[in-house]
């Protein structure tokens, strides 16, 4: 008989790690379609990732029926460590189920203020979004802000924006991505995340800069992106475009900036989040006061110009691949392993 290779005897003595990635939300769907993605991505260094989906998080009966089939679903995976990939509720149940270590990632709205929802279930959620964080073994905050914002375990955060696709986003033919949204080939395009929350993102805001705007550009149109927005049009939306704008009140590290650099779009968005270490030497891109005049000048400076920024190698750092191994020396030190050195990607710090 074939004696076992060292090759087979270390993966036997060495299993791939197990990770339960708690997700609030539904698998199909837009929804923190980032974070899929990037859970997705650390399969690529061999974890064994397991997914679950929170559906509520705000019905008393859904959450103790989704409190139920965590445990369940727990019991099967056997995981080594379980992610919450929110605070709140999210991080709460993950927190009281979780037999073994306990990573959370806070990404904005579970610590900031969150208006839109009223104030007392916004000084609920942070509450919870507090009280989860005793018990995480390892914390990641997509910001050096929201760090500033927890409580305690300061000392067990990792700050470290999530990733981008740079496989998925990147820079595409202008005129041809332009054919396919049925965009004309001259005229001035600024796009706009409003996502769910319109209120939070400012979009009132945004449409008054634009408007502002069109007094020195002449016209512009303006594509507020939604929910809805089909995630497989985003990067061709990117590539078509003169300008992303962003103006929202709240903000972790939005996503949408990232994705937009990798495109190689200008950006104009107000200071918020880690927006300004995100532009940090990108041109054409602008930070702007929060203010219409201010927005609507440097929105139509860009879009007289425009040019495409260099945006994609200064986001490089931040790629898919380069979070997953941040993530992975964060699950090694949650499970008393030493880390591997670092070598200090952009805007993932400790």
Same mark, same amino acid.
């Given at each position: 008989m074939r004696?076992?290779?060292?090759?087979?005897?270390?993966? %036997?003595?060495?299993?791939?790690?197990?990770?339960?990635?708690?997700?609030?939300?539904?698998?199909?769907?837009?929804s923190m379609i980032f974070v899929k993605r990037q859970v997705a991505s650390l399969r690529a260094l061999g974890i064994d990732n397991h997914k679950f989906y929170l559906s509520s998080r705000t019905h008393p009966v859904r959450i103790f029926q989704e409190f139920r089939r965590l445990r369940a679903e727990i019991g099967t995976v056997r995981p080594d460590i379980v992610h919450a990939h929110y605070g709140t509720i999210t991080a709460l149940l993950c927190a009281l189920v979780a037999p073994v270590p306990l990573v959370i990632t806070y990404r904005g709205s579970d610590l900031n203020p969150s208006p839109q929802v009223g104030r007392v279930r916004t000084m609920a959620g942070k509450l919870i979004s507090q009280l989860a964080a005793l018990? %995480?073994?390892?914390?990641?905050?997509? /910001?050096t802000q929201l760090k500033e914002r927890l409580w305690w375990r300061r000392d067990r955060v990792t700050v470290l924006p999530t990733g981008v696709d740079m496989t998925e986003f990147y820079p595409r033919d202008r005129l041809a991505c332009r054919a396919q949204l049925g965009w004309g080939a001259t005229e001035r395009v600024v796009v706009f995340n409003a996502g769910r929350n319109p209120r939070v993102k400012r979009l009132d805001l945004a449409q008054a800069a634009v408007d502002a705007a069109?007094?020195? /550009?002449?016209?512009?149109?303006?594509?507020?992106?939604a929910g809805a927005t089909p995630p497989e049009l985003v990067p061709v939306m990117f590539s078509a475009a003169?300008?992303?704008?962003?103006?929202?009140?709240?903000?972790?590290?939005p996503n949408v900036v990232k994705e937009a650099l990798a495109c190689n779009l200008p950006v104009v968005a107000v200071d918020v989040g880690d927006v300004r270490e995100r532009l940090a030497g990108v041109f054409p891109s602008a930070i702007a006061a929060?203010?219409?005049?201010?927005? %609507?000048?440097?929105?139509?400076?860009?879009?007289?110009?425009?040019?495409?920024?260099?945006?994609?190698?200064?986001?490089?750092?931040l790629s898919h691949n380069s979070v997953a191994a941040r993530l992975l020396s964060i699950y090694r030190v949650c499970l008393g392993e030493k880390a591997p050195p670092q070598t200090g990607a952009p805007g993932a710090t400790v």
């Open positions: 004696e076992p290779s060292a090759k087979t005897m270390g993966a %036997a003595a060495h299993p791939p790690l197990r990770i339960l990635s708690v997700i609030p939300g539904e698998s199909t769907g837009a018990r %995480a073994r390892q914390i990641i905050c997509v /910001t069109r007094i020195a /550009t002449g016209d512009i149109r303006f594509v507020a992106m003169d300008c992303l704008l962003l103006t929202s009140d709240h903000e972790g590290s929060r203010d219409v005049a201010d927005i %609507a000048s440097r929105l139509a400076d860009i879009l007289m110009n425009q040019e495409r920024s260099n945006g994609r190698e200064m986001v490089a750092g």
